[in-house]
Structure formats: C-alpha cells, structure tokens
C-alpha cells in the first residue's frame, strides 16, 4: 500500500498477510505511524485520494480491493463495520445521533424509523449511555469524547457485523468502561461469531481479547503469533521491546520500565533490510542489508512468523533489560 507524495511514493504497508476465522479475533499492534491504521481502511476502501492499496482482501468470495462502490457500500456498515479511531470524523456533526443511527437500520435493514429508534437506543444502552432514550436526539458535539466513542462503538455492532474492525476503540475510555466495552465485544463475539481486528497500542486490551497477534513495525510485518506466544515467547526484537515498555502490577523498583531508544521510522527512508535495524539492539550488518521474510520461528514455536534474521535463542540471549 503506498501513498503519493511530493517527495516520492512512500510505501506505507508492504506484503501485509493474515486471515482470520469467524469468532476470532486479530490484534494489530505497533507503534504511532506503523500503519495500523491506513492498512485497515485500505481494506474498507477508505484510503485518502493519495493512497492506493494492491493485492487481495477476500471477504465471503468478494475481493474488496476489487468491488464497485456501490457494492462496497451495501457491506460496509452492515457486513464490515470499521469503529474509526477519531469519533469525530465519522459522526456527522449536523445530524442528530438518532438519525444517524436510524439511518443506518433503514438502509441495510429495512426497518421503519419507530423499529429503527427502539434498536437504537438498546444499542447506546449497551455501550453504557445513561438516559439513551433522551441522549439519542443530540448532536455528536454535544457529547463527552468518551460518549462520542461509545456511540461510534454502538454504531458499527448495530447491524451485527461479520466482521468488525476496531481502531483503538477504547482509548478514550476510563478503565471501568474499557472493560465494559471489552465485555460487549466478546458477547457480540460470542453470540454472532463476528471476527474482530483490533487496532491497539495497549498490550492488555490484546491480552484480554486477542486469539492472535499481529507486530507491525514501519508498515511491515514483524512478528505474527497466538497471543500467548507473543507475551511468553516473543521471538521478534521489537516485540521485546514493545512489552518491556508496558506497565505491569508486577514491576518492582528494580523492573523499571523500559522504552525502546530511538524514534519510529522515516517511512520515506526505510533500510533496505529490517525496518526496526537502525533501532534494533541485536542488529548486525546481515539485518541492515537482507530484507527479511516472514518466516516460521521453527522448533516448538513452528505456528510463529517471524521477520528476525536471529534465532528466536539468540534473540532471547541477546535480551536487554
Ligand atoms: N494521505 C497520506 N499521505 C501520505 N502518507 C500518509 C497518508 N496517510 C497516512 N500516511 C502515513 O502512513 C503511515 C501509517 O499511518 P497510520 O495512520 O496507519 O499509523 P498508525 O499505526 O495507525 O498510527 P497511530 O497509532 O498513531 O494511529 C504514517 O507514516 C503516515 O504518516
Ligand atoms: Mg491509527
């Protein structure tokens, strides 16, 4: 996927490859500016005119990359709902959250606008929305950003998607909530088998959520694991990284935290080989120079991809603290 620019075209995402099942769920994990984002809705047709995204995204038989609008837009929202990172930019300010979320059943549901409300306003009470019957006729602006969120949240499970992708969703959330919203989303999981890729910087969303686990680092692909690999058997430098720079209950005085030196990538001046070389403890000149493919961690650990020229022992000696 790369994008235009007046420099050059940037190649934002490269060879990015995963599958999901009905009732699983993905975690997309990586740094501010690892394409995240932009891989996603890529997938949702959603690029900025800039942007161009090649390759196969099959949904049901349906290639999206390849689908018309018009029928790109009957599964959106309804088949693939998408709960953007910034609230805003996807409520529409003029209109009242009762019509945009009636709007939405009537379209893909063919509910009456009475039927369409009663959904609606179960939907905001299931994201814990006090007084959702008397909120719903507001405007986007006149709720908290955290409401904001939660009415995109109830949005994007009206139509009890196939698959949901959820773009850091709980981020504005206190604690108590973003368990709440967890909780919803393993229900809705549960009780429909919708797959769920979930966009997050927070390693304990991913641990309370996630079958599987995807690191991407300067739009590559870093390491690809079950969850639990990635907490108890990282095998990628920078998925090492990534968790020494999590907060744990269980970290004395003496674990203090650790913060991965360096800043994230120029995307525009990537090394030929690693993407995270310049910023990797272990890396030597066979890191810099070969672009490493994603390849099976081998051993007890044959369902893990890795994209590490180290051996996943080397990589653990090599450890920092
Ligand atoms: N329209 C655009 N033109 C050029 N580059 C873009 C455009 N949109 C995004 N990018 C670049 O694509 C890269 C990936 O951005 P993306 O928004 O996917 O990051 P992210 O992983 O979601 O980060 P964050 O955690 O901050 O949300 C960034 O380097 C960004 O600057
Ligand atoms: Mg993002």
Known sequence: MRFGTPEGPVEAVSNLSFSLERGQTMGLVGESGSGKSQSMLAVMGLLAANGRATGQASFNGHDLLALQPAALNRLRGDRIAMIFQDPMTSLNPYLTVERQMTEV???????????ALKLAIEALE???????A???HLYPHEFSGGMRQRVMIAMALLCEPDVLIADEPTTALDVTVQA????????????????????THDLGVVAGLCDEVLVLYGGRTMEKAPANDVFYRPTHPYTIGLLGAVPHLSHGDDEALVAIPGAPP??????????????????????????PALLSAGGDQAHVLRACLRSPAEVRAGRVA
């Open 105 to 115: 059943l009537e379209l893909h549901r063919g509910l009456r606008r009475k039927a």
């Open 126 to 132: 299931s994201v814990k929305i006090p007084d959702a």
């Open 134 to 136: 008397r909120r719903i």
């Open 180 to 199: 709440q919203i967890i909780g919803l989303l393993r229900e809705l999981q549960r009780d429909h088998g919708t797959a769920i890729v979930m966009i």
């Open 266 to 291: 120029n995307m525009s001046k990537l090394p030929a080989g690693c993407a995270f070389s310049p910023r990797c403890t272990l890396a030597g000149s066979d890191c810099v120079a070969t672009r």
